[in-house]
């Protein structure tokens, strides 16, 4: 745990979604220790805007590419798992609408991707946060008409 507030630790993510058939689905990628549901996300990367960050971390875990947001659609705190403790982390959340998926990238076979709709992506993930910002995602995406 951080010795005091000052030192909470902060994070970068993409929340990476596709229109599907009208409807918004939710990319979430496995961790690679636990093996639970959630978004890619990592550290701030020097000379790198954060949702330039968000978007490289979403090609690395996710192997997915897209027009990304460049405002946060929010962010949520976890705890990060160390060797001999944990530490607060507060994650900035940015839309990426995915738009190229990759045969191969970085962490494939690392981590499982998986899309799902957006209420069932919300009951994947742990943090209750990350849950109300991905039901928050359709509220932030207009999708295109359907095709007549």
Not at 5 to 33: C, D, H, M, Y
Not at 117 to 137: G, M, N, T
Request: hydrophobic share 40%; with cysteine; glycine share 6%.
């Amino acid at each position: 745990m951080p010795q005091n507030p000052k030192e909470e630790l902060s994070q970068v993510a993409a929340l990476p979604f596709r229109i599907n058939e009208g409807r918004i689905e939710v990319l979430l990628v496995t961790s690679r220790e636990t093996k639970r549901w959630l978004i890619p996300k990592g550290w701030p990367m020097k000379g790198k805007k954060p949702h330039k960050a968000a978007a490289q971390e979403a090609e690395e875990e996710a192997g997915v590419k897209g027009e990304i947001g460049n405002t946060p659609l929010g962010h949520y705190d976890y705890w990060k798992r160390r060797a001999a403790h944990f530490d607060l982390c507060r994650v900035k959340v940015y839309p990426l609408e995915v738009s190229k998926q990759l045969k191969s990238w970085r962490e494939k076979g690392q981590r499982k991707a998986q899309w799902f709709e957006v209420e069932e992506a919300a009951h994947q993930v742990l943090e209750p946060a990350l849950a109300e910002l991905i039901r928050s995602l359709p509220a932030h995406v207009q999708p295109a008409a359907p095709a007549e």
